[in-house]
């Protein structure tokens, strides 16, 4: 548990603040570190360490802020958006069934977020801290909320932001990949298959 714990909130808080946001400082100087990987040595192979490791000190030397307003801000297009029901619903919106479904998961287990703007919480970074806070608090709800609400689409947008030409978040979508694809082995966890609309 203090694996997801400490790997869903050092990735969540990366995809979802902003890379000025004082909030993901710690972050960011984390991945400056020069032998940060070593984390994950025992849990994630040697190869995708190597990938994401290039390419997270690679985005590190290019502007922040330009790759994050490109992928999760716009104005353009988002090439891969970061929430779960753009691609689980067949109209490719947010705020889809796939997001009623886990609000009434939250609903029902009295999980309130704290979010000071009015993002749907199927946004990846949410449900990555999500998933950490459920490890520290509530370990007994993280298999239900892994294999039914988030491992059903997260690779999918992970694999997708991967081929991305912004190096930041491709190699932390690799190292995602990995961590997530550890987790379902570590609880054993049976993830439904479903069909993706984008």
Do not use: C
């Given at each position: 548990?203090?694996?997801?714990?400490?790997?869903?909130?050092?990735?969540?808080?990366?995809?979802?603040?902003?890379?000025?946001?004082?909030?993901?400082?710690?972050?960011?100087?984390?991945?400056?570190?020069?032998?940060?990987?070593?984390?994950?040595?025992?849990?994630?192979?040697?190869?995708?360490?190597?990938?994401?490791?290039?390419?997270?000190t690679e985005g590190?030397?290019?502007?922040l802020d330009e790759?994050?307003?490109?992928?999760?801000?716009?104005?353009?297009?988002?090439?891969?958006?970061?929430?779960?029901?753009?691609?689980?619903?067949?109209?490719?919106?947010?705020?889809?069934?796939?997001?009623?479904?886990?609000?009434?998961?939250?609903?029902?287990?009295?999980?309130?977020?704290?979010?000071?703007?009015?993002?749907p919480e199927d946004?990846?970074?949410?449900?990555?801290?999500?998933?950490?806070?459920?490890?520290?608090?509530?370990?007994?709800?993280?298999?239900?909320?892994?294999?039914?609400?988030?491992?059903?689409?997260?690779?999918?947008?992970?694999?997708?932001?991967?081929?991305?030409?912004?190096?930041?978040?491709?190699?932390?979508?690799?190292?995602?990949?990995?961590?997530?694809?550890?987790?379902?082995?570590?609880?054993?966890?049976?993830?439904?298959?479903?069909?993706?609309?984008?």
């Amino acid at each position: 548990m203090k694996w997801i714990s400490t790997t869903g909130r050092l990735l969540g808080a990366a995809f979802y603040y902003a890379p000025d946001d004082e909030r993901i400082a710690g972050v960011l100087q984390f991945f400056q570190q020069p032998n940060w990987q070593q984390e994950w040595t025992s849990f994630v192979d040697e190869k995708t360490q190597k990938k994401s490791t290039a390419l997270i000190t690679e985005g590190l030397h290019q502007n922040l802020d330009e790759q994050y307003q490109a992928l999760f801000i716009g104005p353009n297009a988002l090439p891969a958006p970061p929430w779960g029901s753009v691609y689980l619903d067949p109209e490719s919106v947010i705020f889809g069934q796939s997001l009623l479904a886990l609000r009434t998961f939250l609903q029902q287990h009295q999980i309130a977020f704290q979010s000071n703007q009015d993002e749907p919480e199927d946004h990846i970074g949410l449900m990555l801290m999500l998933a950490a806070y459920l490890a520290e608090n509530r370990p007994h709800l993280l298999p239900e909320f892994l294999s039914q609400h988030l491992l059903t689409w997260a690779s999918h947008f992970l694999k997708q932001l991967a081929n991305t030409e912004h190096p930041f978040y491709q190699g932390l979508a690799q190292l995602a990949l990995a961590t997530l694809d550890d987790w379902r082995q570590r609880l054993n966890l049976s993830v439904p298959q479903v069909r993706f609309y984008r």
